[in-house]
Nanobody, 118 residues
């Protein structure tokens, strides 16, 4: 079955950096787009970044453009989110997601907490 396992979250000061990883299994990773989302209490889950199956195309939420970079290593079945210049408003649970249907993220990891202190 599809499994997505995030890691790399933690506590960091504003201006710092973190790299999240998501290890995927149970499907042909190199054939599908992947994404990162985040959610804070009381709010809907929001899109952060997405990357195509090849890694050749990526898109970002306006709030993270220029600070976050999504990448993938198809040999390792892993997608990454490099987060730089972190702000307190980036504090959230970050989720990895897989788009196995060609247009909708239908599989999710358990999430990893990112906390940015001011």
């Amino acid at each position: 079955q599809v499994q997505l396992v995030e890691s790399g979250g933690g506590l960091v000061q504003a201006g710092g950096s973190l790299r999240l990883s998501c290890a995927a299994s149970g499907f042909t990773f190199s054939a599908y787009g992947m994404g990162w989302f985040r959610q804070t209490p009381g709010k809907e889950r929001e899109f952060v970044a997405g990357i195509s199956w090849s890694g050749g195309a990526a898109n970002y939420a306006d709030s993270v453009k220029g600070r976050f970079t999504i990448s993938r290593d198809n040999a390792k079945n892993t997608v990454y989110l490099q987060m730089n210049s972190l702000k307190p408003e980036d504090t959230a649970v970050y989720y990895c997601a897989a788009d196995l249907t060609g247009g909708e993220y239908g599989y999710w990891g358990q999430g990893t907490q990112v906390t940015v202190s001011s």
